[in-house]
């Protein structure tokens, strides 16, 4: 507990406080803001590359359909060129031997050759090669005919083709072109494009045209383009497999499975190292081009970036630091002055505010001077007249009131006695004579103040003295915790809320007036409350029509005791309920 209330009762400078401002609102936030321009610098950065990526696989995107483009051409000739339909037709009709030695097919495969080696030659570099499997006779040869060949070779088919690509293209759609990495080449990004033909007339399946696109065109393209010397580009068939790499290291990269057209700066992981990549995807033939950017290319672009900022900063700071300490000092010179005042400040010795009131620099502070000044002069005016005419007027009020009860019961008294003197009630009348003499001499003492249990013992006795006149139509009860009788109140602060409750509580019709007073002590977290409640079941009391009685009870206790409440309710069968709450200082 005594630890407890030495951590409360610690102070702090406001040198110290500055300081701790200082570094709180300026020094972290300056590093923290540091920090943040380098993370948008980087994503600046990020932004900017994703923006040149995109533009730079769409150039390639685009030259690559281009190129793709002329060669599917192709696989419509057969349409318009006779010499390639008649081998076609040839090829489906008789069996083929190694040799060739039918004169027909030779025939046919010369015309075939020279057509061929045309689109070839016209084909800008994009074919490489062209092959025919037939779909009926001869369905397990690839009759082949490479660009600078004299003549057209005949291959096992699945010399040209894996046995499950084999099978991919005997259940392709007419119009689906496919693309398989080739069987047999010297340059392993060679890859095959293969399309089904069918007869026009009785489209039946004639077969399936193959052509070999070399992987030199995805060379040539990024001759085109300038990347980074650690930057890496990947082309994936629309299967996922990859069709070229610009290292080969990357020959097994395999991104996850995605349905995403494109992304833009996504992290990678490969080889050890982080990269950022940038993919979209050919819109006509499905190809993947991906552009893979290592983490290290763009922390170095970043760098030169970052430590401007960091200078920049830093002698930020150094500015801020300068220009803190100086209205650290400032402040510190105008509290220190204010304070002075405040600590030899004395209602009883005059002021000559010309003498003392020092220059100072910052404007706030002087306003906050000025105001002491003319505050210390209110106060010194308050205290000589204003509080002193407030108590005598107090005074004056609890005098009246003193006045005020004596003819208010000596009446009603008088005729009470004077109904028991004839009833014969001696005991009667010599109670109702000690509590008439006992009041009397209560509010004659001439004490502001009273106890919580005089307080009881007078209302006590008022009712009691009423109980005679009444009989059966009032009931009261008094209950006082033994904690709160000495607690200090103004004196007749509970008669004239139970003498309104006689006045105004009792009903025509005759039922019982009940009445209670209750005094309780509440614990609460950091003090204790003592809690009145003066309650009766008659006619309920209507809010806003306070009298003279309560009206002058209420100023009397904010008086004495500024933090209390007094309030009225309904509480269980009492209609009306005035409670009053008072902060326990002791």
Not at 441 to 457: A, F, G, I, P
């Given at each position: 507990m005594k630890r407890k209330r030495d951590a409360i009762e610690k102070k702090y400078s406001l040198k110290y406080l500055m300081c701790l401002f200082l570094g709180l609102s300026v020094c972290i936030p300056f590093f923290l803001i540091g920090c943040l321009v380098i993370s948008l610098f980087k994503n600046r950065i990020l932004e900017s590359y994703a923006l040149n990526n995109r533009i730079i696989l769409q150039s390639m995107s685009g030259h690559f359909e281009s190129q793709m483009d002329t060669a599917t051409t192709f696989f419509l000739q057969y349409l318009f060129d006779d010499d390639i339909s008649r081998f076609y037709r040839i090829l489906n009709r008789y069996p083929i031997n190694e040799d060739g030695s039918?004169?027909?097919?030779?025939?046919?495969?010369?015309?075939?050759?020279?057509?061929?080696?045309?689109?070839?030659?016209?084909g800008n570099g994009v074919m490489d090669g062209i092959g025919f499997i037939p779909a009926r006779e001869n369905s397990n040869i690839c009759f082949w005919m490479g660009k600078y060949d004299n003549s057209v070779?005949?291959?096992?088919?699945?010399?040209?083709?894996?046995?499950n690509y084999l099978e991919r293209i005997k259940n392709a759609q007419l119009r689906e072109i496919l693309f398989f990495p080739k069987q047999t080449t010297q340059n392993k990004y060679d890859f095959m494009m293969v399309k089904a033909v069918n007869h026009i007339e009785t489209a039946t399946r004639w077969g399936y045209v193959c052509i070999n696109i070399p992987g030199q065109i995805f060379a040539d393209i990024l001759e085109q383009i300038q990347i980074p010397e650690k930057a890496v580009v990947l082309v994936l068939f629309p299967d996922g497999k990859t069709a070229y790499t610009s290292k080969g290291d990357f020959q097994a990269f395999d991104r996850e499975a995605t349905d995403d057209k494109e992304y833009m700066g996504e992290k990678i992981r490969c080889k050890g190292e982080t990269y950022y990549g940038y993919s979209i995807m050919d819109s006509v033939y499905g190809f993947r081009f991906i552009y893979l950017l290592p983490q290290s290319v763009i922390f170095k672009e970043s760098?030169?970036?970052?430590?401007?900022?960091?200078?920049?900063?830093?002698?930020?700071?150094?500015?801020?630091?300068?220009?803190?300490?100086?209205?650290?000092?400032?402040?510190?010179?105008?509290?220190?002055?204010?304070?002075n005042f405040i600590r030899n400040y004395n209602p009883d010795r005059k002021r000559d505010m010309t003498e003392e009131k020092k220059i100072n620099k910052i404007?706030?502070?002087?306003?906050?001077?000025?105001?002491?000044?003319?505050?210390?002069?209110?106060?010194d005016y308050l205290i000589k007249n204003e509080f002193l005419l407030r108590i005598a007027q107090q005074k004056a009020e609890y005098e009246a009131m003193q006045a005020e009860i004596n003819p208010h019961f000596f009446n009603n008294v008088m005729n009470s006695l004077m109904a028991l003197n004839r009833m014969d009630d001696k005991k009667g009348l010599e109670r109702s004579i000690v509590c008439l003499s006992r009041m009397f001499?209560?509010?004659?003492?001439?004490?502001?103040?009273?106890?919580?249990?005089?307080?009881?013992?007078f209302v006590n006795q008022y009712l009691a003295l009423e109980s005679i006149r009444f009989e059966k139509r009032l009931r009261f009860t008094i209950e006082i915790e033994e904690e709160v009788e000495n607690f200090k109140i103004p004196k007749l602060l509970f008669q004239p809320i139970v003498e309104n409750a006689m006045k105004h509580g009792l009903k025509p019709n005759g039922e019982t007036l009940s009445i209670i007073l209750k005094a309780i002590r509440i614990k609460g977290k950091k003090c204790g409350y003592v809690w009145i409640a003066i309650?009766?079941?008659?006619?309920?009391?209507?809010?806003?029509?306070?009298?003279?009685?309560?009206?002058?009870?209420?100023?009397?206790?904010?008086?004495?005791?500024?933090?209390?409440?007094?309030?009225?309710?309904?509480?269980?069968?009492?209609?009306?309920?005035?409670?009053?709450?008072?902060?326990?200082?002791?």
């Open positions: 039918s004169l027909e097919y030779f025939r046919a495969q010369s015309k075939y050759r020279m057509a061929i080696n045309k689109y070839m030659t016209t070779q005949q291959y096992q088919a699945e010399k040209i083709l894996e046995r760098a030169a970036s970052a430590v401007f900022v960091l200078i920049l900063c830093f002698t930020a700071l150094v500015i801020a630091v300068g220009l803190f300490t100086q209205m650290i000092y400032n402040i510190s010179t105008s509290v220190d002055g204010i304070m404007r706030e502070f002087s306003d906050i001077e000025e105001a002491l000044y003319k505050m210390a002069d209110r106060i001499r209560y509010t004659c003492m001439h004490d502001y103040q009273s106890t919580v249990k005089d307080e009881s013992n309650g009766n079941n008659g006619v309920p009391f209507k809010p806003g029509k306070k009298g003279v009685g309560l009206s002058n009870v209420q100023e009397r206790l904010e008086i004495v005791y500024p933090e209390s409440a007094m309030w009225f309710q309904k509480l269980f069968e009492y209609d009306t309920v005035c409670c009053i709450l008072i902060k326990d200082r002791s």
